[in-house]
């Protein structure tokens, strides 16, 4: 027994078989009451949601194996220049979605969301160091104040304040020959007996040396302290 056709392939079947008898049935050589090629191209390219039954010409044209060869031929003609432009609009989406994601792509890149040069985790990428400013701001033997000494990386600085210092807000700057390379600032808080605050210092970059470090409470003025970065 042959294979059960499927609807699909029946409804295929017949329409061929409708579309032969029309074109064989209905001779039409002298086009005698033809409406002309407008109204055949406007029958051809209605969309799917647009019904040709009740038209008045399409009696004819199913009537007419001339007109409904015509018909067939501007139909189909329409149908691929329809597919042609919905590939374009796919490949122009498809192509536009690449550039977005390239471009995000590369944006995450230069934040460092990618591939980080260093450990997401900051306890890793951070060492940790408590500077006690009223120790580094004593002279030793009636001497100069020795410097605070900073490695050249990245380090999370605990800034231990003078004692009866106040919490709140404080801005710290590290200067070269009085220009700032880094700014930032932290809220202090008084906790056993000391104020203290923390900020993060990426020192990786810059040059060994002698700096300054500068602290003061909002508003008041700076107070400054020597540093030495010194190279790992």
């Known amino acids: 027994m042959p294979p059960e056709e499927s609807p699909e392939a029946k409804f295929d079947r017949l329409k061929k078989q409708l579309q ?39 009696p004819h044209v199913t009537h007419c194996s001339e007109c409904y060869r015509d018909f067939l031929a501007l139909n189909l003609e329409f149908r691929s220049q329809a597919n042609a432009r919905r590939a374009q609009v ?24 990618f591939f980080s040069q260093r450990p997401q985790n900051a306890e890793l990428a951070y060492a940790k160091q408590t500077v006690d400013i009223p120790s580094m701001s004593r002279s030793v033997d009636g001497g100069a104040t020795k410097p605070i000494i900073l490695g050249r990386k990245p380090v999370e600085l605990t800034i231990q304040l003078p004692v009866g ?55 008041w003025d700076w107070n400054y302290y020597p540093v030495e970065i010194r190279a790992d």
């Open 20 to 58: 032969d008898s029309i074109l064989r049935d209905y001779p039409n050589p002298e086009r005698k009451g033809c409406p002309g090629g407008a109204v055949l191209k406007e029958l051809a390219e209605r969309t799917l949601d647009e019904t040709v039954e009740d038209d008045p010409h399409w």
């Open 90 to 113: 796919r490949w122009a989406t498809a192509v536009a979605l690449a550039v977005v994601l390239v471009v995000g792509v590369l944006f995450a890149l230069r934040q460092g969301a």
């Open 165 to 219: 210092s106040k919490a709140g807000a404080y801005e710290f700057q590290l200067r070269r020959q009085d220009q700032p390379v880094i700014s930032t600032s932290a809220t202090a808080a008084i906790r056993e007996g000391s104020t203290t605050f923390t900020v993060r210092l990426d020192l990786s970059k810059l040059a060994p040396g002698m700096y300054s470090m500068y602290v003061r409470q909002v508003p």
